[in-house]
C-alpha cells in the first residue's frame, strides 16, 4: 500500500513552454501533497504544499505565478511550470502523506520524480 | 524553523561492515524522525522511521537510535551489501494536525565496495 505515482519520469522542453506534472496517490486518499525540487547532489527543497481543494501553500523564495498547483481531488496533485526557462531544469518530487491507522498517517511517500530539461 | 545536519556527507565501507549516519535537529518538539533512501534518477524511498517517545527502532539490518536530549538520531546498517549504496536522507518534523513539513538533511552518499 501506500504507493504513490508520478508521471511523466523525464520531459524535455523548449522555453517558454509550460509543463505539466501529475502525481497520483494509488491506494490512499491524500488530502495534503508535497511538491519539492532537487539539484543534483543536493538536499530536497520544499516548493509547496498542495491541500485538496484550496489554494496550495508555498515556501518563500517560490513563486506562485511559476509553479502553479491545483490539488482538485484526494488522490492527484498537479505541478504545472509556466513558461519554463532553463533555470528551471531540476529533479521535481512530489509526496503524500499515508493515511489509516497510527502508525501510517505520519508517513510520507514519494513519487518517482519527473527529470525536466529546458532547452 | 527546523534545522537538520546529517554527517558524513560521502561514506564508503567495505561490504559486509557496518555503517552508521548521524543527524543533528535543532527543534525541540519535532517528534518523527524518518529516513529515506533515494537512487540515482528516483524519489526518496522510506527505510525505517522512529517517533520521540521510542529510543531504538530495529528492522532486519536496519536500526534507527534517538537521543532526545541531545537532539540526535542515527541510521546504523548492518551486514553491507553492495544494494545498499544510494544517498541516505534523514528528516525530521512535528507531527500534530497532519500536514506538517518535513525538514530534511543534506544527505550522505554511502558506496558499499565490494
Known amino acids: 500500500g501506500a504507493v504513490v505515482s508520478q508521471h511523466p519520469s523525464w520531459v524535455i522542453c523548449k522555453s517558454g513552454t509550460s509543463v505539466k506534472i501529475e502525481c497520483r496517490s494509488l491506494?490512499?486518499?491524500?488530502?495534503?501533497m508535497f511538491w519539492y525540487r532537487q539539484f543534483p547532489k543536493q538536499s530536497l527543497m520544499l516548493m509547496a504544499t498542495?491541500?485538496?481543494?484550496?489554494?496550495?501553500?508555498?515556501e518563500q523564495g517560490v513563486e506562485k505565478d511559476k509553479f502553479l498547483i491545483n490539488h482538485a481531488s484526494l488522490t492527484l496533485s498537479t505541478l504545472t511550470v509556466t513558461s519554463a526557462h532553463p533555470e528551471d531544469s531540476s529533479f521535481y518530487i512530489c509526496?503524500?502523506?499515508?493515511?489509516?491507522?497510527?502508525?501510517?498517517?505520519?508517513?510520507?511517500?514519494f513519487g518517482s520524480g519527473t527529470q525536466l530539461s529546458v532547452l | 524553523g527546523e534545522n537538520v545536519e546529517q554527517h558524513p556527507s560521502t561514506l564508503s565501507v567495505q561490504e559486509g561492515d557496518s555503517a552508521v549516519i548521524k543527524c543533528t535537529y535543532s527543534?525541540?518538539?519535532?517528534?518523527?524522525f524518518p529516513w529515506y533512501k533515494q537512487e540515482l534518477g528516483k524519489g526518496p524511498q522510506l527505510i525505517i522511521d522512529i517517533r520521540s517517545n521510542v529510543g531504538e527502532k530495529k528492522d532486519q539490518r536496519i536500526a534507527v537510535t534517538l537521543n532526545k536530549t541531545a537532539k540526535h538520531f542515527s541510521l546504523h546498517i548492518t551486514e553491507t551489501q553492495p544494494e545498499d549504496s544510494a544517498v541516505y536522507f534523514c528528516?525530521?518534523?512535528?507531527?500534530?494536525?497532519?500536514?506538517?513539513?518535513?525538514?530534511f538533511g543534506t544527505g550522505t552518499r554511502l558506496t558499499i565496495i565490494p
Open positions: 509526496s503524500a502523506r499515508g493515511q489509516g491507522d497510527d502508525t501510517t498517517n505520519e508517513k510520507l511517500f
Open positions: 491506494d490512499f486518499q491524500a488530502t495534503t
Open positions: 498542495s491541500n485538496e481543494g484550496s489554494k496550495a501553500t508555498y
Open positions: 527543534d525541540s518538539a519535532s517528534n518523527y
Open positions: 528528516a525530521a518534523s512535528i507531527v500534530a494536525f497532519g500536514n506538517e513539513k518535513l525538514t
